[in-house]
Every structure is written in C-alpha cells, then in structure tokens.
Nanobody, 117 residues
C-alpha cells in the first residue's frame, strides 16, 4: 500500500504562482512514476504532468512552459511548480503514484487550486 498526501493548493490571482507537493509513504519501490492530474467541476480528470523515477517528464499541452514537475526520490515527494496561472487552471489537483513492479495505482485525496481573474 502507498499513501499520498498533497499540499500547497489555495487561492491565487491570475498570473500568480503556486507550488504543489505530494508526499508518498508506504511500500515504495524504485520503479515507479508519479503524476499530477486535475479535475474541474463537470469535467473529467486529466493528466497535467508526469515524471518517472529516472526524471523523464511529460506535460499536457495546456501547461507546457508554465508548469514544471520535479521529484525528490530520497523524500518520495513530487512537486508541481505552477507559474503564470490562469482562471482555467482552477481545479482539484490529484497526485497519482504508479508502481511499475505490479501495476498498482494510488491516488491522493486532492488539493484545490482556485485562480481568480
């Protein structure tokens, strides 16, 4: 089992920045990926950014150049630096952990990001 705890959400004005954190604990092995997803009211949950334990990253087109995902493997923590925030970035942001040894996927409870215009 893996537990995920997100933090760092809040209210920010358009153009501002926030940094989300997600700390993983439990049965964590080295081969895994971590990712951030987001879900706005009435919408599906979509991938924002992902990162492998080796540091390879991928981003949704809508956040490229504005968001940056990183991780600290020693702390089992993934970060999402969000800059130049837009009202359309408003959503609940979820952390996802995938264990590539057995394919198990775990989700955090989410943290709300609200961007005011």
């Amino acid at each position: 089992q893996v537990q995920l705890v997100e933090s760092g959400g809040g209210l920010v004005q358009a153009g501002g920045s926030l940094r989300l954190s997600c700390a993983a604990s439990g049965s964590i092995f080295s081969i895994n990926t971590m990712a951030w997803y987001r879900q706005a009211p009435g919408n599906q949950r979509d991938l924002v950014a992902g990162i492998t334990n080796g540091g390879s990253t991928n981003y949704a087109d809508s956040v490229k150049g504005r968001f940056a995902i990183s991780r600290d493997n020693a702390k089992n923590t993934v970060y999402l630096q969000m800059n130049s925030l837009k009202p359309e970035d408003t959503a609940v942001y979820y952390c996802k952990f995938t264990d590539l040894n057995d394919g198990m996927t775990y989700w955090g409870k989410g943290t709300l990001v609200t961007v005011s215009s």
